[in-house]
């Protein structure tokens, strides 16, 4: 798999500096390349984390995972491609909170004898009290701008201070759940690389990540008028795919293997970084790049995000769950983006 990301970076640049390359074929290697330095993260944050309790082992993975959805938001908005920026964020929560987790629960419950998928139940609870409280913001911010409150000349002002009280509260659950981890089961395959070579091959990657969402986003646009798809399906569903590859691919095969606990935790960890982590980070961080980034988002995305919420909520808030409930946050996916695919 490393060599495979090695060619694909190689000639993701190729075809993003050679002249008369197709844009659909640059932006085709680029994508492969993007999820290809997301699985060399995620394989390096693993190696590292094997010293470690699976708790601090998930937190590593969705939040080193997450690098190349940074690089890619932080070059669309210095590109002025706000919806783009946006739609990838939003498409990153739904992806991994509807489509991953709900292969993940298929496989899962699948496999158990008596047909139902079973888990801690803490962690799915603090994703969705994260996710409702990121959503909160998003809802509040909507319904100042539908109505014309004098408020809604002060979205950027509300979107900074948000994001700052958002972060101090992952902070804090972060020092929570970090606290109540355990150290790794003695069973476990031990790690294949030292931590001095996982931590070169994870900083590599990281500046790797960066080149690559730049030649991502370069043909993005083009590709976008060539195939004749919208922005919001791009970023909503191709570039939340491809940024999340590692952790959709990660999740369902430890999902088939019956460690219900670990599969469900790295598709929530995720889920609660891109949320309460992610987002409001990159709200501060606009603040540097030509575009600003804020919670303002279009009405429809606000529906789905806060069902989508109460979806995963009243799903795996008992800590189980079956083929049917799976099923059914999959389906909720297609027919967002069967939406978003008819978006401007």
């Known amino acids: 798999m490393l060599a495979a990301t090695v060619l694909a970076t190689v000639l993701a640049g190729v075809t993003r500096y050679v002249h008369g390359v197709s844009h659909v074929l640059a932006f085709a290697m680029a994508t492969l390349a993007l999820a290809g330095e997301a699985w060399v993260v995620s394989f390096s944050t693993e190696q590292i984390g094997r010293r470690f309790g699976p708790a601090i082992t998930g937190v590593m993975q969705s939040t080193l995972g997450n690098l190349p959805e940074f690089f890619v938001v932080i070059f669309a908005l210095q590109s002025r491609q706000v919806i783009v920026a946006q739609t990838a ?3 990153s929560i739904l992806v991994n909170a509807l489509l991953v987790l709900g292969v993940v629960i298929v496989c ?11 888990f801690s139940p803490r962690l799915p609870n603090d994703t969705a009290t994260l996710l409702l ?9 909507g319904l100042v701008d539908a109505s014309h409150d004098p408020a809604s000349h002060h979205t950027r002002t509300i979107s900074i201070v948000g994001s700052v009280a958002i972060l101090i509260v992952y902070a804090i659950w972060l020092i929570q759940y970090l606290r109540s981890d355990e150290r790794p089961d003695e069973g476990e395959e031990p790690a294949r690389l030292s931590t001095r070579a996982s931590a070169a091959l994870l900083g590599v990657a990281g500046v790797a990540s960066a080149f690559v969402s730049d030649w991502f986003v370069n043909a993005l646009q083009p590709t976008i008028h060539t195939l004749h798809i919208s922005q919001a399906f791009a970023g909503l ?5 491809a940024g999340n590859a590692v952790e959709n691919v990660a ?21 609660a970084q891109i949320a309460a982590f992610l987002y409001p980070l990159l709200v501060l961080v606009s603040l540097l790049t ?16 806060f069902v989508s919420a109460l979806i995963v909520w009243q799903i795996t808030g008992d800590g189980e769950a079956t083929v049917f409930e799976g099923a059914a946050l ?3 996916f297609v027919i967002l983006a069967t939406v978003a695919a008819f978006q401007n």
């Open 251 to 271: 999740g369902i095969v430890l999902a088939t293997k019956g460690k219900a606990d670990l599969a469900i935790s790295i598709v929530k960890n995720s889920v």
């Open 290 to 305: 030509v575009t600003a980034l804020t919670f303002a988002i279009a009405p429809v995305y606000i529906g789905a995000l």
């Open 108 to 118: 899962g419950a699948a496999r158990a004898h008596d047909g139902v998928m079973r």
């Open 330 to 332: 999959v389906a909720t």
């Open 237 to 241: 569903v191709i570039v939340a795919i």
């Open 89 to 91: 964020i939003l498409g």
């Open 133 to 141: 409280l990121a959503t909160f913001i998003i809802v509040l911010i």
